[in-house]
């Protein structure tokens, strides 16, 4: 399986650079788990090839440009976008993204080949399908209705958290899953900022720390996500001290290959 942070920032010679202000992964360059750089990130190959994006949660950093991405699209899609999502999370983004004022309600719009976006609502702890991945989603510990989950091709199957703090569903999958390749984890926060952390439901190094005692699997890799751009630098040298072994911020434009 073939995972890809998509870059969000970019330097003044208009190269990507390593602070992730939104979160986006494309699987096997058909399948994305959030939308946040997805319009914005992707190349002219992978925008003909994704048809598929599961979303987490609503929030901005997670969805920023998921409106653009069918918009960009829209006169050209011979099938439509797939959005996999809980109930409560599509009847989000309809109230607050697709409601005529922000932006145009694509899940009601048509080009000449039929509809342009389709919500498959999905329920959590039942397993559902996804292009050819196979995919498990739990609540996890956000602030608006989140889901982490486990995602599996034939071979390998990889957990990402979300957004969450401390959470117990999430673990309880990820332990019952047989083989895990890798854990795709948050770290917001510095250890400083714990009390924020815990408002915004987020972790710290140290709060990931605790949490990751939860998990039975032995010798994994664990990419930690979604370090806040402002404290990058500290969050990465308090996650290096904690000398956890196989545990290693996760670089943007990156392929990883399991
Ligand atoms: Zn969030
Ligand atoms: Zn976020």
Excluded at 14 to 27: D, H, K, P, S, V
Excluded at 55 to 60: A, F
Aim: overall charge negative.
């Amino acid at each position: 399986m073939k995972i890809q942070l998509l870059p969000s920032t970019f330097d003044e010679q208009g190269r990507a650079t390593q602070e992730q202000r939104l979160t986006c992964y494309l699987i096997d360059d058909c399948v994305a788990i959030d939308a946040g750089s997805i319009a914005l990130s992707t190349s002219d190959e992978q925008r003909n090839t994704v048809r598929n994006i599961i979303v987490t949660h609503p929030h901005m950093d997670h969805i920023a440009t998921l409106p653009i991405f069918v918009d960009d699209l829209f006169g050209f899609l011979k099938s439509p976008i797939h959005i996999h999502a809980t109930e409560e999370v599509i009847d989000l983004l309809e109230r607050d993204i697709f409601n005529w004022t922000v932006y145009p309600r694509f899940s009601e719009l048509k080009n000449e080949h039929g509809p342009v976006m389709v919500y498959q609502p999905f329920k959590t702890g039942v397993e559902f399908q996804v292009a050819h991945l196979t995919v498990t989603a739990v609540n996890v510990n956000h602030i608006v209705p989140t889901v982490g989950m486990i995602v599996s091709d034939d071979q390998k199957t990889i957990a990402f958290s979300s957004d969450t703090a401390e959470t117990e569903e999430f673990w309880k999958l990820v332990n019952q899953t047989p083989q895990l390749d890798a854990l795709l984890i948050e770290a917001s926060f510095p250890n400083a900022m714990a009390e924020l952390a815990e408002a915004s439901r987020h972790f710290t190094p140290e709060s990931l720390n605790r949490e990751l005692r939860k998990l039975d699997h032995n010798g994994i890799d664990i990419l930690t996500v979604h370090l806040k751009p402002a404290y990058r630098e500290r969050v990465a040298r308090e996650l290096k001290a904690l000398s956890i072994p196989r545990l290693k911020v996760m670089e943007t434009g990156r392929t990883y290959e399991w």
